[in-house]
């Protein structure tokens, strides 16, 4: 399988990089600004660097070329995520999951629902909302991921699911456990994660805000 990690720079993106390279035997072209200054290639032979942003159309398009499956680690500019769909749909690539927030259909419940739309306000929710509208599309198979607040703990993969339409769980995970979401998703050949918007969370960690505020 060939994998595109768009915004392959990020804490989340070089995490994924990693633990793809480990635990499985894919390809992977990573895309980022400036990705040759950014980046150090670890396996030549399966990793390709593009250096570009999600504004440049034409570039966008050469790095999906029998790619099967993106990651988009970020999700903050409408016009970037459009041309990330409508690259797709140029090339022929259906199948993509995005790193999003928490809250965008206003499934964050009580007290930890009312401290996170303080910290990240109506306007950034509303973004993002509008960007993962993009992708929520019949035409693509697409696993929107709404990300509570992030952290890093080495060892610790830990994360809690939910669907769309139920209330969101987890004031905290680690970005070590998204990535490790990120490769069994890769990796699940059920089809299970096709077409769904999921919460993702730390167990044991309904709480009014997140430890580390």
Excluded: C
């Amino acid at each position: 399988m060939k994998i595109l990690i768009l915004g392959a720079a990020g804490e989340i993106g070089r995490l994924l990089t990693d633990y793809l390279l480990e635990q499985t035997g894919h390809e992977l072209v990573l895309y980022a600004r400036n990705a040759d200054r950014r980046l150090k290639i670890k396996a030549p032979n399966r990793e390709t660097l593009v250096s570009g942003d999600f504004l440049d159309y034409a570039l966008l398009v050469e790095a999906m070329k029998n790619v099967d499956f993106i990651y988009l680690n970020d999700m903050n500019n409408k016009g970037g995520v459009r041309n990330v769909v409508n690259a797709m749909k140029e090339t022929g690539v259906t199948r993509i999951a995005v790193a999003s927030i928490l809250d965008i259909y206003d499934e964050v419940p009580g007290a930890f629902g009312a401290w996170n739309r303080r910290m990240l306000g109506e306007n950034g929710i509303r973004l993002h909302k509008e960007t993962a509208a993009l992708v929520e599309i019949p035409e693509l198979d697409y696993t929107i991921l709404r990300l509570t607040w992030l952290y890093n703990q080495e060892g610790n993969q830990d994360y809690l699911l939910t669907s769309k339409g139920e209330p969101f769980k987890g004031a905290q995970v680690t970005r070590q456990a998204v990535a490790q979401l990120m490769v069994d998703i890769i990796e699940d050949a059920s089809g299970k994660y096709i077409q769904k918007s999921l919460g993702v969370g730390e167990p044991d960690t309904d709480w009014d805000k997140p430890s580390f505020y």
